[in-house]
């Protein structure tokens, strides 16, 4: 039985709200999201690469509680070309968009902005597409060693949708902790209006962060997908035990962890300040920790705090 609380805002949502809108261009969403100030409703904002799973829906609902029923809460689905990088999986990305709107339909999603490539890098096939935004400190270490040109990729995407849909809160997943600090650094550098939110991790009852790309994970390597979860607990005992390791040691056991109790291959483990992401060497309760591991054809990452 639903609380009579969420029933009331259910159905107050859906006097005031009419059915879910799909803009599929810049110009339709610019003028709903005008529309929306206009109207005083504040905007939410879930930039999601679609495939959509209950970590994206938990960011839903975290812009919901901040827009309030009154709120316009708006999902983007587009997989971004500019951050993959020609080796990695772009046009394997899994993809399911009637799924997608019927979950975004459930979780009383206003507006599902799904554009097409053409209409967000007019002329980028031609080599006519010559804007770029990159952040230039946040974005250097961890993922930004393995996946350089990554980055680059997500903050002019984010740039772009952020003019899209104009929104006053914006929501991203603590799942991808260094891309939350990029965008939160881009957002105030650029003087965006907008607030950055970041909502905690959601995970599989066994621990595995919840991802898209975890359906690539064949079913033998499913359950040794945990090993990234185990070795942040790992990593967490260690320190609570020891007060305090050096941070090469500690990756070295995380890469031993990895290799023997998986058939995944370790890319980095790192210890660092969560606010300014600089490395740590000694490694303390409250240091973050991320890695990334190689899993057959998947790259999955995680983090936390310890
Ligand atoms: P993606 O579709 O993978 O680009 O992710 C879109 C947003 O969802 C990003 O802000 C991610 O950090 C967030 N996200 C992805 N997985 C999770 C998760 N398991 N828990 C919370 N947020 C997530």
Redesign the pocket.
Known sequence: MPALGSVLAGSLHSVNHPAMRIYRTPQAMQRAARQWQREDSRIGF???????????L??VEAARKRVGPKGRVVVSIYVNPTQFAPHEDLSTYPRDLPRDLQLCRDAQVDAVFFPTDAVMYPGRESGDYSTYVAEELVSQGLEGVSRPTHFRGVTTIVAKLFNCVLPDVA??????WQ??AVIRRMSINLNFPVKVIV?????ESDGL?????NVYLSPTERPEATVLWRSILWCRRRVKEAGEVPATILSGEVRRLVETESRGRLDYAAFFDGVSLRPVERVTSGTHMALAVFLGKVRLIDNGRL
């Open positions: 879930v930039p999601t690469m679609g495939y959509l799973h209950a970590g994206h938990s960011l929501v991203f997943g603590a799942k991808d891309q939350a909502a905690p991790t959601h995970r962060a919840m991802s898209s790309r």
